[in-house]
Structures are given as structure tokens and as C-alpha cells.
């Protein structure tokens, strides 16, 4: 596991400025950069948050684009427009220079009629995404994202602030490609973060107040199903599935997080498999519950459940 942790690969696999670099059309292709930052034990990796902070950091370097766009690994766009739609708002004469990231929500197919896995995101996109829940907006929700690299590091914007889109990025790279890998590993490593501010606002724990009061409020969670077009079975598979995340991963999560602060475990982050058997579509259609994992978690509590 060290040595899993540990390793970590920065790579140009196409470089944009390669007049060779085309496709079978003939067309040249774009700078295409694999990037797995370092990990290690002692320092805090924080998941996603730390991940696209090191892309920025990398990225800053080879193109240093205006505009990010963050996706998930098993998620695609089903619109191939949305990078037109987004550009139309973040480039608006008008209204443009207060937008700080534009988002499409992502959504699922084949949902059954009462939800049972509770991936609908019904409430999501009827109330937060649109800005109903008194939080001053939506919320980013870590994928389908156009970023402004400027928003992602924290510039604020005057009212009459205008970017010139017409202009060509300030970074222009002159270096070799072997000498631009070596020159951004330091910025993909674990270390680079440490002794920082990053995070402390956003880890203040005058928040969990706010929290736990909004998330008490079944009442109010079950109007929210209701208003949104849902059944009351369909809130129920929802309010299910937190009790299963409470008794099962919350647990064995906190379990293992006071394990490793006492120095008798060591943690590890599991990719769950995306692929799924012929046998599974007809018992989700008739909207029974799979435990077919290879887990012993998943048969634990599936004898103590039933």
C-alpha cells in the first residue's frame, strides 16, 4: 500500500504543439496531459479538492486556459453543445464577469419508479441547483463543471471587470516536453499544499450547526420529494439508503479514521467497479436491493439487515 500511495505520474501524451499529432481525419489534436498526483500516508490527500487544485497547478504551466472543465470518470455529456452553452454565459457582455462557473448537473437513466437506490437527485435538481434552498445558489457538485481558472484561485471581480476572449493565453511554453514533466512534478506532490491556508474557511466548524439543523428536517425533506414530483416511497428509498450510509460506511469509515489516528490501521481508497452482470437489470426493474458485492461489508449487513 506505501508503495501504491506513493507513486504518482505526470505525462504529456500528446503535445498540442506536435504538427505530427493529428487524428485520422487529419486533424491536428490538442495537448492531451495524464496527471495521477502523489500520495502518501502522512499528509492529507482531501480527495477531489487537492486533485484539481494540483491540475491547476500543472495546467497553469502548459496552456494556463481560462476555462476548466471537471468530470467524473464514469460520466459523459449527453449534450454536444454544453461547451457552447457554457461559454455563451461565462463570455456575456453584460452579466459574464459575475459568473463563476457553470454546471450540468448530472443525471441518470433508467430509474425506476420509486427510486430505489436513490439516484434520481429529484430534490437536487427541483430546489438546490435552481437556488430554492436560501443558500445564496447552487452548490458545486464536483461534476459537468465550467470553471474560471481565475474564480478557482480565488480572484474577486469588479462590476466593470471584462475579459479580453480574443487574446491568447499568457503562457506560452518554450520549454521540451522532457523538461516541462520535470519541472511540474514538484507541483503535482503531496508536500506542496503542507503548511498552507488552504481549506480553512471552508473547514470552520461553525458550519456543522447549519448543517445538522438543515438535514433534521425530515418534514421538510419529505415536502421537498412531494413538490418535486416524487412518491412518498420514492423519499422513503431515499431516508433508506441514509440509514444504510449511516450504519454501514459512516461507521466503518469513523471506525477506521480513529484506528489510523491511533497508529493501528492504515487506510486505503477502493475504486468500486462500474460494470454490472446480465443478472442484475431484472432484480433492479423489479426494484430489488443487489448485495452482489464482493465485499464481506455487503453480507454483514445484509444478514443483520434481513
Not at 462557473?101 to 427510486?115: A, E, G
Not at 418534514?219 to 441514509?242: A, K, P, V
Not at 497508529?263 to 426493474?285: L, M, N, W
Request: a neutral charge; one cysteine or more; charged letters at 25%.
Amino acid at each position: 500500500m506505501k508503495a501504491i500511495l506513493a507513486i504518482f505520474s505526470w505525462k504529456i501524451r500528446i503535445d498540442g504543439r506536435d504538427s505530427t499529432a493529428v487524428d485520422i481525419e487529419e486533424q491536428t489534436l490538442p495537448t492531451l496531459v495524464y496527471l495521477a498526483r502523489e500520495k502518501r500516508p502522512k499528509y492529507h490527500h482531501n480527495f477531489k479538492a487537492r486533485a484539481l487544485n494540483a491540475i491547476l497547478r500543472v495546467s497553469s504551466q502548459i496552456s494556463n486556459g481560462l476555462v476548466i472543465l471537471t468530470v467524473d470518470c464514469d460520466m459523459y455529456s449527453n449534450n454536444s453543445e454544453s461547451l457552447r452553452d457554457a461559454m455563451c454565459f461565462l463570455m456575456d457582455e453584460e452579466k459574464g464577469q459575475k459568473i463563476a462557473f457553470v454546471q450540468f448537473p448530472q443525471n441518470f437513466d433508467n430509474i425506476t419508479k420509486n427510486d430505489v437506490y436513490s439516484n434520481s437527485l429529484k430534490v437536487g435538481n427541483e430546489v438546490e441547483f435552481p437556488g430554492l434552498d436560501a443558500n445564496g445558489g447552487p452548490a458545486y457538485i464536483g461534476t459537468g463543471c465550467f470553471h474560471r481558472r481565475d474564480t478557482l484561485c480565488r480572484k474577486k471581480y469588479k462590476n466593470n471587470y471584462q475579459i479580453d476572449w480574443r487574446t491568447e493565453n499568457d503562457r506560452r511554453v518554450e520549454e521540451s516536453t522532457t523538461v516541462l514533466e520535470e519541472t511540474c512534478k514538484t507541483l503535482a506532490s503531496c508536500s506542496y499544499e503542507e503548511n498552507t491556508e488552504w481549506g480553512k474557511e471552508v473547514s470552520s466548524p461553525w458550519v456543522l450547526p447549519f448543517l445538522y439543523v438543515i438535514a433534521a428536517k425530515y418534514g421538510y425533506s419529505l415536502g421537498e420529494f412531494l413538490w418535486s414530483g416524487g412518491t412518498f416511497q420514492e423519499w422513503w428509498n431515499d431516508q433508506r439508503m441514509w440509514l444504510y450510509k449511516r450504519t454501514t460506511s459512516y461507521v466503518f469509515g469513523f471506525t477506521e479514521t480513529i484506528l489510523k489516528l491511533l497508529g493501528f490501521a492504515k487506510s486505503g481508497f477502493v475504486v468500486t467497479s462500474k460494470v454490472a452482470d446480465e443478472d442484475v437489470s431484472p432484480r433492479y426493474k423489479k426494484e430489488v436491493m443487489e448485495f452482489g458485492a464482493p465485499s464481506p461489508m455487503f453480507s454483514i449487513w445484509q444478514h443483520s439487515h434481513w
